[in-house]
Protein backbone atom coordinates (compact mmCIF):
# COMPACT_ATOMS: atom_id res chain seq x y z
CA UNK A 1 0.00 0.00 0.00
CA UNK A 2 1.19 3.57 -0.67
CA UNK A 3 2.43 5.38 2.30
CA UNK A 4 -0.53 7.78 2.19
CA UNK A 5 -3.31 6.52 4.95
CA UNK A 6 -6.76 6.64 3.36
CA UNK A 7 -9.64 7.30 5.65
CA UNK A 8 -12.88 5.48 4.85
CA UNK A 9 -15.95 4.94 6.51
CA UNK A 10 -16.19 1.80 8.34
CA UNK A 11 -19.20 0.27 6.94
CA UNK A 12 -18.04 0.92 3.46
CA UNK A 13 -14.46 -0.41 4.39
CA UNK A 14 -16.00 -3.50 5.89
CA UNK A 15 -18.56 -4.20 3.38
CA UNK A 16 -15.52 -4.19 1.03
CA UNK A 17 -13.35 -6.41 3.25
CA UNK A 18 -16.73 -9.14 2.53
CA UNK A 19 -18.08 -8.44 6.12
CA UNK A 20 -21.47 -8.24 4.70
CA UNK A 21 -23.57 -5.70 2.82
CA UNK A 22 -23.66 -2.24 4.87
CA UNK A 23 -27.01 -2.53 6.53
CA UNK A 24 -25.18 -6.00 7.89
CA UNK A 25 -22.13 -3.59 9.64
CA UNK A 26 -25.13 -1.03 10.76
CA UNK A 27 -26.68 -3.94 12.63
CA UNK A 28 -23.63 -5.35 13.56
CA UNK A 29 -22.68 -1.79 15.30
CA UNK A 30 -26.23 -1.81 16.82
CA UNK A 31 -25.86 -4.47 18.54
CA UNK A 32 -22.47 -3.03 20.09
CA UNK A 33 -20.57 -6.37 18.13
CA UNK A 34 -17.68 -3.78 16.64
CA UNK A 35 -14.89 -2.86 18.80
CA UNK A 36 -12.10 -0.18 17.92
CA UNK A 37 -9.72 0.02 20.89
CA UNK A 38 -11.70 -2.04 23.11
CA UNK A 39 -14.61 0.41 22.89
CA UNK A 40 -18.14 -0.73 21.14
CA UNK A 41 -17.99 1.64 17.51
CA UNK A 42 -21.27 3.34 17.89
CA UNK A 43 -21.43 5.13 14.20
CA UNK A 44 -21.21 2.85 11.06
CA UNK A 45 -20.38 6.05 8.99
CA UNK A 46 -17.37 6.74 11.35
CA UNK A 47 -14.01 7.75 9.50
CA UNK A 48 -11.22 4.72 10.26
CA UNK A 49 -7.94 5.43 9.32
CA UNK A 50 -7.32 2.11 6.68
CA UNK A 51 -3.83 0.97 8.31
CA UNK A 52 -1.91 -2.24 8.82
CA UNK A 53 -2.94 -1.75 12.61
CA UNK A 54 -6.52 -1.89 12.39
CA UNK A 55 -6.35 -5.61 12.63
CA UNK A 56 -4.94 -5.28 15.78
CA UNK A 57 -7.43 -2.27 16.95
CA UNK A 58 -10.79 -3.40 15.42
CA UNK A 59 -12.94 -6.66 15.99
CA UNK A 60 -15.57 -7.35 14.77
CA UNK A 61 -18.16 -10.31 16.75
CA UNK A 62 -15.76 -10.70 18.70
CA UNK A 63 -12.71 -11.52 16.20
CA UNK A 64 -9.77 -9.46 15.30
CA UNK A 65 -10.21 -7.55 11.73
CA UNK A 66 -8.56 -9.44 8.68
CA UNK A 67 -6.05 -7.73 6.87
CA UNK A 68 -7.19 -4.26 6.21
CA UNK A 69 -6.68 -3.24 2.18
CA UNK A 70 -2.74 -2.87 0.50
CA UNK A 71 -2.11 -6.01 2.01
CA UNK A 72 0.29 -9.18 0.67
CA UNK A 73 0.43 -12.70 1.45
CA UNK A 74 3.13 -15.48 1.04
CA UNK A 75 1.21 -18.82 0.02
CA UNK A 76 2.59 -22.47 0.03
CA UNK A 77 1.10 -23.61 -2.81
CA UNK A 78 0.74 -27.28 -2.88
CA UNK A 79 1.01 -29.41 -6.04
CA UNK A 80 -2.27 -29.89 -8.02
CA UNK A 81 -4.08 -26.35 -7.26
CA UNK A 82 -4.28 -24.01 -10.59
CA UNK A 83 -3.55 -20.07 -10.16
CA UNK A 84 -6.81 -19.05 -11.43
CA UNK A 85 -9.99 -17.22 -10.77
CA UNK A 86 -11.98 -19.69 -12.79
CA UNK A 87 -10.44 -22.68 -14.14
CA UNK A 88 -12.47 -25.84 -13.11
CA UNK A 89 -10.90 -27.74 -10.41
CA UNK A 90 -8.74 -27.32 -7.10
CA UNK A 91 -7.89 -23.11 -6.83
CA UNK A 92 -5.24 -21.07 -5.10
CA UNK A 93 -8.45 -18.93 -4.08
CA UNK A 94 -9.53 -22.00 -2.48
CA UNK A 95 -6.99 -22.18 0.30
CA UNK A 96 -8.10 -18.98 1.35
CA UNK A 97 -10.78 -17.56 4.06
CA UNK A 98 -14.31 -17.78 2.07
CA UNK A 99 -14.71 -14.02 3.35
CA UNK A 100 -11.65 -13.46 1.34
CA UNK A 101 -13.79 -13.83 -2.05
CA UNK A 102 -15.92 -10.70 -1.53
CA UNK A 103 -13.54 -8.25 -1.36
CA UNK A 104 -13.29 -5.40 -3.03
CA UNK A 105 -10.47 -4.48 -4.35
CA UNK A 106 -10.15 -8.53 -5.53
CA UNK A 107 -6.84 -10.39 -4.07
CA UNK A 108 -4.86 -11.89 -7.12
CA UNK A 109 -1.73 -13.77 -7.40
CA UNK A 110 1.46 -12.26 -8.08
CA UNK A 111 2.51 -14.13 -11.38
CA UNK A 112 1.79 -17.72 -11.58
CA UNK A 113 2.81 -20.98 -10.67
CA UNK A 114 1.70 -24.41 -12.78
CA UNK A 115 -0.95 -26.38 -11.51
CA UNK A 116 2.17 -28.80 -10.91
CA UNK A 117 4.77 -26.58 -9.45
CA UNK A 118 4.45 -26.10 -5.79
CA UNK A 119 6.55 -23.47 -3.53
CA UNK A 120 6.26 -19.45 -2.81
CA UNK A 121 3.40 -17.72 -3.95
CA UNK A 122 2.59 -13.97 -3.19
CA UNK A 123 -1.01 -12.79 -3.56
CA UNK A 124 -2.26 -8.89 -2.91
CA UNK A 125 -5.00 -6.65 -3.49
CA UNK A 126 -2.49 -4.08 -4.09
CA UNK A 127 -2.31 -3.74 -7.55
CA UNK A 128 0.57 -0.91 -7.51
CA UNK A 129 2.64 -3.24 -5.63
CA UNK A 130 1.93 -6.24 -7.98
CA UNK A 131 2.91 -4.15 -10.93
CA UNK A 132 6.22 -2.98 -9.42
CA UNK A 133 6.60 -6.98 -8.37
CA UNK A 134 6.71 -8.31 -12.12
CA UNK A 135 8.00 -5.01 -13.66
CA UNK A 136 11.30 -5.87 -15.49
CA UNK A 137 12.82 -2.86 -14.32
CA UNK A 138 12.23 -3.78 -10.96
CA UNK A 139 14.54 -7.05 -11.46
CA UNK A 140 13.22 -9.53 -9.01
CA UNK A 141 14.59 -12.48 -9.39
CA UNK A 142 13.13 -16.02 -8.81
CA UNK A 143 14.33 -19.18 -7.02
CA UNK A 144 13.37 -22.71 -8.30
CA UNK A 145 14.46 -26.03 -7.47
CA UNK A 146 14.09 -28.43 -9.98
CA UNK A 147 14.67 -32.55 -10.40
CA UNK A 148 15.55 -33.80 -13.57
CA UNK A 149 14.52 -36.85 -15.58
CA UNK A 150 18.10 -37.16 -17.10
CA UNK A 151 21.77 -36.92 -15.64
CA UNK A 152 23.82 -33.48 -16.71
CA UNK A 153 25.42 -33.17 -19.60
CA UNK A 154 27.87 -30.85 -17.98
CA UNK A 155 27.34 -27.44 -19.95
CA UNK A 156 24.20 -26.54 -18.72
CA UNK A 157 25.48 -23.44 -15.99
CA UNK A 158 27.55 -22.20 -18.79
CA UNK A 159 24.58 -21.94 -21.35
CA UNK A 160 22.21 -20.56 -19.04
CA UNK A 161 24.44 -18.31 -18.14
CA UNK A 162 25.64 -16.96 -21.27
CA UNK A 163 22.11 -15.58 -21.81
CA UNK A 164 21.93 -17.21 -25.33
CA UNK A 165 19.49 -19.74 -24.86
CA UNK A 166 16.27 -19.96 -27.41
CA UNK A 167 13.03 -21.65 -26.21
CA UNK A 168 10.86 -23.45 -28.69
CA UNK A 169 8.44 -21.06 -30.44
CA UNK A 170 10.34 -17.84 -29.25
CA UNK A 171 12.82 -14.83 -31.54
CA UNK A 172 14.17 -13.12 -28.39
CA UNK A 173 16.90 -15.51 -26.22
CA UNK A 174 16.21 -16.17 -22.43
CA UNK A 175 18.49 -14.11 -19.88
CA UNK A 176 21.23 -15.10 -18.24
CA UNK A 177 19.92 -17.14 -15.76
CA UNK A 178 22.27 -18.99 -12.94
CA UNK A 179 21.96 -22.55 -12.24
CA UNK A 180 23.89 -24.41 -9.03
CA UNK A 181 24.07 -28.38 -8.79
CA UNK A 182 22.62 -29.58 -5.37
CA UNK A 183 22.24 -33.06 -5.97
CA UNK A 184 24.81 -35.50 -8.28
CA UNK A 185 25.14 -34.15 -11.48
CA UNK A 186 25.50 -38.14 -12.85
CA UNK A 187 22.69 -39.49 -10.78
CA UNK A 188 19.82 -40.35 -12.83
CA UNK A 189 17.69 -37.76 -11.59
CA UNK A 190 19.56 -35.07 -10.45
CA UNK A 191 18.46 -31.60 -8.54
CA UNK A 192 19.54 -28.07 -9.41
CA UNK A 193 18.62 -24.77 -8.47
CA UNK A 194 18.17 -21.90 -11.01
CA UNK A 195 17.48 -18.08 -10.51
CA UNK A 196 15.63 -16.44 -12.96
CA UNK A 197 15.48 -12.74 -13.38
CA UNK A 198 12.45 -12.86 -15.70
CA UNK A 199 9.26 -14.97 -16.00
CA UNK A 200 8.38 -16.58 -19.53
CA UNK A 201 5.45 -19.04 -19.59
CA UNK A 202 6.56 -22.74 -18.43
CA UNK A 203 10.23 -20.78 -18.43
CA UNK A 204 11.76 -23.59 -16.33
CA UNK A 205 10.19 -26.75 -17.81
CA UNK A 206 11.07 -25.10 -21.54
CA UNK A 207 14.40 -23.88 -20.32
CA UNK A 208 15.46 -27.70 -19.24
CA UNK A 209 13.90 -29.08 -22.46
CA UNK A 210 15.83 -26.63 -24.68
CA UNK A 211 18.93 -27.92 -22.92
CA UNK A 212 17.35 -32.23 -23.62
CA UNK A 213 16.42 -33.08 -20.28
CA UNK A 214 13.22 -32.49 -18.72
CA UNK A 215 12.11 -31.66 -15.19
CA UNK A 216 9.63 -33.93 -13.21
CA UNK A 217 9.35 -31.98 -10.14
CA UNK A 218 9.75 -27.79 -9.55
CA UNK A 219 9.26 -26.00 -6.51
CA UNK A 220 9.65 -22.17 -6.05
CA UNK A 221 12.03 -21.39 -3.09
CA UNK A 222 12.08 -17.74 -2.80
CA UNK A 223 11.48 -14.15 -4.73
CA UNK A 224 13.82 -11.35 -4.31
CA UNK A 225 15.62 -12.48 -0.98
CA UNK A 226 12.29 -13.54 0.20
CA UNK A 227 12.48 -17.23 1.02
CA UNK A 228 9.64 -19.84 1.95
CA UNK A 229 9.87 -20.59 5.62
CA UNK A 230 10.35 -23.83 6.19
CA UNK A 231 7.28 -23.83 8.96
CA UNK A 232 5.53 -22.42 6.48
CA UNK A 233 2.90 -25.64 5.77
CA UNK A 234 1.76 -26.77 2.11
CA UNK A 235 -1.42 -25.28 1.60
CA UNK A 236 -1.17 -22.10 4.11
CA UNK A 237 -0.40 -18.88 3.61
CA UNK A 238 1.10 -16.00 6.35
CA UNK A 239 1.16 -11.85 5.92
CA UNK A 240 3.97 -10.83 5.04
CA UNK A 241 5.89 -7.98 7.59
CA UNK A 242 6.67 -4.47 5.80
CA UNK A 243 10.65 -5.78 6.07
CA UNK A 244 9.47 -9.28 4.83
CA UNK A 245 7.79 -7.08 1.43
CA UNK A 246 10.89 -5.02 1.25
CA UNK A 247 13.02 -8.01 0.92
CA UNK A 248 11.17 -9.17 -2.31
CA UNK A 249 12.90 -6.02 -3.90
CA UNK A 250 16.55 -6.62 -2.28
N1 LIG B 1 8.67 -22.20 -14.68
C1 LIG B 1 7.85 -23.22 -14.96
O1 LIG B 1 8.10 -24.00 -15.86
N2 LIG B 1 6.73 -23.35 -14.21
C2 LIG B 1 6.42 -22.53 -13.18
O2 LIG B 1 5.40 -22.71 -12.53
C3 LIG B 1 7.30 -21.49 -12.91
C4 LIG B 1 8.42 -21.33 -13.67
Known amino acids: MSDAVQKMRLDRLLANMGYGS???????VKHSRITLDGVAVSDADMHVAVSADLSARLRVAGAALDPPPGFIVMLHK???????????????????????????PAISTVGRLDK???????????????HRIIAPKSNVTKRYRATLARPLR??????????????DGESKP??????QIVADPAASEPVVEVTLSEGRYH?????????????????????????????????TFCSLSPDQTSAIFQ
Open 22 to 28: RKDIQAL
Open 78 to 104: PLGVTCSHKEAGPLVYDLLPNRWRARK
Open 116 to 130: ETSGLLLMTDDGALL
Open 154 to 167: GDEAHTLAAGTLML
Open 174 to 179: LLPAEM
Open 203 to 235: QVRRMFAALGNHVTALHRISIGALTLPDDLDAG
